[in-house]
């Protein structure tokens, strides 16, 4: 596959950029503690299902301290129509835990200590400092990967090497263009049948467009 060129790749930043001036994520959530618990739940899991799941779970176990005391399997029903619930449930219960005993109770707003706690990788702690603190960091989940490659952005086989990527190629402004990215891939370069000669504003730059061309 061709990867884009210099000038392509300035033209796909500046007209993502256009197009999702303010995006932000659609988990809904109040405050530090609702996001990193959302960003949580999100792993393999649509957006939509864990905005179906939080309000209930937020309700019982509204901060750190409550969902540190949780039973385990009250937060598994809470959470059970989430893949992989049980590992969820345990995780939060743990991540909780350690943020009362290592953090005094506050979630460490810092990409190194975030990814120390339970069940928090790398991805989950960029995802939270991209939106909470607009940090310059990228994210890599199944749309952002996906668009990076049909764009000809990178031709990297995992995700850390596809962030790699696309941090060296876009350098600045990454927190806008992961949230752009995502809802590119959301809504428009989908997996299954993308937008490609409708609603796309990337077509003329687009590396992959002749394989939808039958659709
Ligand atoms: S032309 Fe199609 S495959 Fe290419 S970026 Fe647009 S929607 Fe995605």
Same mark, same amino acid.
């Given at each position: 596959?061709?990867?884009?060129?210099?000038?392509?790749?300035?033209?796909?930043?500046?007209?993502?950029? @256009?197009?999702?001036?303010?995006?932000?994520?659609e988990?809904?959530?109040?405050?530090?503690y @609702?996001l990193?618990?959302?960003?949580?739940l999100?792993?393999?899991?649509?957006?939509?299902?864990?905005?179906?799941?939080?309000? +209930?779970?937020?309700?019982?176990?509204?901060d750190?301290?409550?969902?540190? #005391?949780?039973?385990?399997?009250? *937060?598994?029903?809470?959470i059970?129509?989430?893949?992989?619930? #049980?590992?969820?449930a345990? #995780?939060l219960?743990?991540?909780?835990?350690? *943020?009362?005993?290592?953090y005094? =109770?506050?979630i460490?707003?810092?990409e190194k200590?975030?990814?120390k706690?339970? =069940? *928090? =990788?790398?991805?989950?702690?960029?995802?939270?400092?991209?939106?909470?603190?607009?940090?310059?960091?990228? +994210?890599?989940?199944?749309?952002?990967?996906? *668009?990076?490659?049909?764009? =000809?952005?990178?031709?990297?086989?995992?995700? @850390?090497?596809t962030?790699?990527?696309?941090?060296?190629?876009f350098?600045?402004?990454?927190?806008?263009?992961?949230?752009?990215?995502?809802?590119?891939g959301?809504?428009?370069?989908?997996?299954? #049948?993308?937008?490609?000669?409708? @609603?796309?504003?990337?077509?003329?730059?687009?590396?992959?467009?002749?394989?939808?061309?039958?659709?």
């Amino acid at each position: 596959m061709k990867l884009a060129t210099k000038k392509e790749i300035e033209e796909i930043k500046r007209r993502l950029l @256009e197009h999702y001036p303010d995006s932000v994520t659609e988990l809904h959530y109040h405050n530090l503690y @609702e996001l990193l618990v959302a960003v949580m739940l999100s792993a393999q899991c649509t957006d939509k299902r864990v905005n179906l799941i939080t309000p +209930a779970l937020f309700e019982k176990y509204p901060d750190i301290p409550s969902l540190a #005391n949780a039973d385990l399997d009250d *937060v598994k029903e809470l959470i059970k129509s989430c893949s992989f619930f #049980n590992n969820k449930a345990k #995780n939060l219960i743990k991540m909780a835990q350690m *943020v009362m005993e290592k953090y005094n =109770g506050e979630i460490p707003l810092d990409e190194k200590e975030l990814v120390k706690l339970p =069940g *928090v =990788g790398q991805k989950t702690a960029h995802v939270v400092m991209i939106e909470y603190t607009g940090a310059n960091l990228m +994210a890599v989940d199944t749309h952002v990967f996906r *668009v990076a490659h049909r764009l =000809g952005l990178s031709d990297a086989k995992t995700a @850390e090497g596809t962030e790699k990527d696309l941090v060296k190629k876009f350098k600045t402004d990454l927190h806008r263009i992961h949230q752009a990215m995502v809802l590119f891939g959301r809504y428009i370069c989908t997996a299954k #049948n993308p937008k490609c000669y409708t @609603e796309c504003f990337l077509t003329d730059l687009c590396k992959s467009k002749e394989s939808f061309k039958a659709r």
